[in-house]
C-alpha cells in the first residue's frame, strides 16, 4: 500500500435504479460534458410497444416497462460511478496520480412497433410524448456526468502522509459525493414529478 506508482487501486461505487414516466427512437440520452479523465458510456435499450391506440399504448407500458422497486414505469435510469487511479510517493507523503472516472447512464426506453396503423393524431401524440421522457432521461445521465467530473477533480492530485491514509479518505470522498448524487437524482425527480413535467411540456409544443 506504501508502494509509489506501481500500485493501482480501483473503486467501485453506487449502481442506483432511477424511475421515471414516459425516448425517443434512434436518439441517445445528451450525458453533458465529460472533463478530460472521465469516460460515459450512455447505452439505450428498447423495449417493443406495439399497441395502436393510446389507451393500449399505456397499457402495455404499464404492464412491460422496466421494473424499479417493484414498480414499472414507462422509462427508467440506472448509473454507475467507478474510478482507478495510481499512488505516487515522495519524501513528503502519497499523492492520488492518473485518476480516471468511468460512468455509466443505462436508459430503459419504449420503441413503438405498432401491429397495426394507427392515425395521425396518435404518432403525433407519440413523437412529443417520448421526446419529452428522453428529455427527462438525458437529465439523469447529464447528473451522472457532472458527479463523476466532481470526483475526478476531488481526487486527482489529493495527497496524504501516507498511502494508506489516503486510500481510505479517497473512499470516503467518493462515497460522499455519490452520496450527493443519490439526492441530486431524487431531488430531480421531485421536481419533475419522474418526468411527467417536462413530457407535459412536449405534448403542448407546437406541431413540428
Known sequence: MHTPSSLLLATALATLGLACRGGARGREPIAGHAAPGVHVSAPVTRYPITAASLNEMRAQMRRDGPRVSGRAWDGATSWNIRWTYSYRGSGAGCTLADVQVYVTAAVTMPEWRPEQDSD???????????????????????????????????????????????????????????????????????????GATQIQASLAADAP
Not at 413523437?127 to 439523469?140: C, I
Not at 451522472?144 to 501516507?162: M, T
Open 120 to 194: 395521425d393524431a396518435t404518432r403525433l401524440w407519440w413523437r412529443r410524448y417520448e421526446s419529452g421522457l428522453m428529455t427527462h432521461e438525458a437529465g439523469h445521465a447529464r447528473l451522472a456526468v457532472e458527479k463523476a467530473n466532481a470526483i475526478r477533480r476531488a481526487l486527482l492530485g489529493l495527497s496524504r502522509p501516507d498511502c494508506t491514509i489516503l486510500a481510505a479518505d479517497a473512499t470516503a470522498i467518493g462515497r460522499r459525493l455519490t452520496d450527493q448524487l443519490r439526492a441530486e437524482q431524487a431531488r430531480y425527480d421531485a421536481e419533475t414529478r419522474h
